[in-house]
């Protein structure tokens, strides 16, 4: 198996982003069969479709490589880079505008929620990204792509253009490009502000006191805890019994999620208890878990050398898998190159 998968670089990451995409990326590093191979970048190259701060999207990228080594993304078992670093992403979007059709991208759901209404006002990046989407996994000849519901329709249409492709301008014994199947990974927690159980944890939220975020120490992250929104009665003994109680039932999710128990099992114990006894056990789980990974990124931001030479020679690595499939690529178009 050969897995591909991008992350947007947003910075300032919070406790959602560590149980969603990032701890996936890490089982999928340490679990795969023996022989797989991971390649993870960061999609800075994405990022510039939707208005964007430089300074920004600068300082995202670099936080968002440092939050996924500290979390356990191991640079010298995965191949860990940001797109800028290598051209051949942009080089094979290009080539394969030929191959996509207008059509194909005018169905994609995110497109059509992004851009809205202003359609004539987005970008040609916003609208053309998804086949960005498809040189990024194509490149590498991925086999399986991890997609979540939000990003089928994508593969889909990577799938799509490979096949084309291969139909066009390939012999069917030789195709340019393997065709990838998706990953689904194991069901991400949903992790809700500590202040509306009913709102998605997010950096966008203007109240710090919504989220846990990745730098935070162990006092911050204990008063957050104490402080985070609950009510009055006592947690059940069955998960039925939260249903009403999005707050509740947001920190029972979170304690499950982080100590690898279901939310059942988490009553169990803590059932007929009430917030009093159970937010210092989340708190202390929680530093627990975020405390070494805390240390260790605010280590890595402080030494911009070490993270700077961590993603140049993941880049490396990655362009020099990406030659191949480019040179092919090339010469399946008929495109003079020097002697090729």
Excluded at 146 to 158: I, S, T
Excluded at 186 to 196: F, G, K, N
Excluded at 230 to 237: A, G, H, V
Excluded at 286 to 302: C, K, M, N, Q, Y
């Amino acid at each position: 198996m050969r897995v591909v998968s991008g992350i947007q670089p947003t910075g300032n990451l919070h406790l959602g982003n560590y149980l969603g995409a990032i701890r996936n990326w890490v089982r999928m590093q340490d679990e795969l069969p023996k022989g797989s191979e991971c390649l993870f970048f960061l999609a800075d190259m994405h990022a510039i479709s939707m208005p964007h701060d430089p300074a920004t999207l600068h300082r995202g990228t670099l936080e968002m490589a440092a939050a996924l080594i500290a979390c356990g993304i191991d640079p010298a078992r995965s191949v860990l880079f940001n797109q800028a670093q290598v051209p051949q992403h942009a080089e094979l979007q290009w080539l394969l505008t030929g191959t996509a059709r207008m059509g194909w991208l005018n169905r994609m759901t995110q497109w059509k929620d992004k851009a809205g209404k202003n359609r004539e006002g987005a970008s040609v990046a916003l609208f053309a990204y998804p086949v960005l989407q498809a040189a990024d996994v194509l490149l590498y000849q991925a086999t399986h792509v991890p997609v979540g519901d939000d990003q089928k329709q994508h593969l889909e249409l990577a799938r799509d253009i490979a096949q084309k492709f291969n139909n066009d301008f390939c012999d069917e014994e030789s195709p340019v490009f393997t065709l990838p199947d998706p990953y689904i990974p194991p069901q991400a927690a949903r992790i809700m502000s500590l202040r509306d159980g009913s709102k998605k944890m997010s950096k966008s939220d203007p109240s710090e006191m919504s989220r846990i975020e990745l730098a935070d120490d162990a006092d911050t992250i204990m008063k957050k805890v104490k402080k985070a929104k609950s009510d009055p009665d006592p947690l059940p003994s069955e998960m039925a019994g939260l249903e009403g109680r999005p707050e509740a039932l947001n920190l029972v999710t979170i304690y499950a999620a982080l100590a690898g128990q279901s939310g059942e099992e988490v009553l169990a114990t803590y059932g007929g208890q009430g917030f009093g006894a159970f937010k210092p056990a989340l708190g202390e789980l929680l530093v627990d878990t975020l405390a070494p990974i805390s240390s260790r990124f605010r280590e890595l931001l402080g030494d911009r050398e070490a993270l700077d030479a961590i993603l140049a020679r993941g880049a490396a690595m990655a362009r020099e898998q990406a030659v191949p499939t480019l040179a092919a690529t090339y010469k399946a178009l008929g495109l003079v190159r020097g002697g090729a």
